[in-house]
């Protein structure tokens, strides 16, 4: 596709649900990031793929999340026994590793924990 | 430690007036890069401008150019002649040469354009 897909847009679930959240980055692109916002607030940076390298997962909050990566396709982020404090949107971004490293976003999965 | 700092939680500019958003940031590390991400009310993050920390030249990209103080570690955008749709979330980042995984991100400013 021509930009970053994330699915879905929204996802409501109960407290200690687990939820899966999908990014589709830029074909071609290496690294993928995921990242938290919360209301009104900015972005956290949660974890880093960059091809076949060892994950950065030093930005996940608890052991509650994880993330995975096949090669340079599609990311899956995985937040198990959700809390209402996880409600957020999640939002993944691709980028190609060159000067500038300009990350190119989607538009996001709005997690409501209720 | 890198940090990024956006102390204008809200401003107001009428339309076709110029303004500036402010950003500090903290950063040890002799080379980096600074970015501005506009966020609309649809969620999506867009990139507007870079600047490398060894770039002579403030970066401008049409209506949007960096304001870039290397001494005083301040990189504030201007956006000249507004337009009603530039309002939105503006947020100011920076990611190391030396730590290529991480971004650092601002709080944001919120940004109205009057008309």
């Known amino acids: 596709g021509a930009g970053v897909s994330q699915s879905p847009s929204n996802k409501v679930t109960e407290k200690g649900k687990d939820v899966e959240l999908r990014c589709d980055p830029i074909s071609g692109h290496t690294a993928l990031y995921w990242y938290r916002q919360r209301l009104g607030q900015g972005l956290e940076f949660l974890i880093y793929f960059q091809g076949n390298s060892a994950p950065d997962k030093s930005g996940l909050p608890s052991d509650r999340f994880s993330a995975e990566r096949t090669g340079e396709s599609v990311s899956t982020l995985t937040i198990q026994r959700t809390q209402q404090e996880d409600s957020a949107v999640y939002l993944c971004?691709?980028?190609?590793?060159?000067?500038?490293?300009?990350?190119?976003f989607g538009a996001g999965t709005r997690l409501s924990v209720l | 430690a890198q940090k990024i700092t956006q102390t204008q939680p809200g401003m107001f500019v009428q339309e076709k007036e110029a303004v500036t958003l402010d950003c500090t940031y903290d950063?040890?590390?002799?080379?980096?890069?600074l970015f501005w991400y506009k966020q609309p009310s649809s969620g999506e993050m867009i990139f507007l401008i870079y600047?490398?920390?060894?770039?002579?030249q403030n970066a401008t990209e049409g209506r949007y150019s960096l304001n870039f103080q290397k001494a005083r570690k301040s990189a504030n955008l201007v956006i000249s002649a507004s337009q009603l749709g530039d309002s939105a979330m503006y947020f100011c980042a920076m990611r190391s040469q030396y730590n290529f995984n991480k971004f650092y991100f601002g709080s944001g400013t919120k940004l109205n354009v009057k008309p």
């Open positions: 971004a691709s980028s190609l590793e060159t000067s500038g490293n300009i990350q190119y």
């Open positions: 950063t040890s590390d002799p080379s980096y890069g």
């Open positions: 600047q490398g920390s060894y770039d002579q």
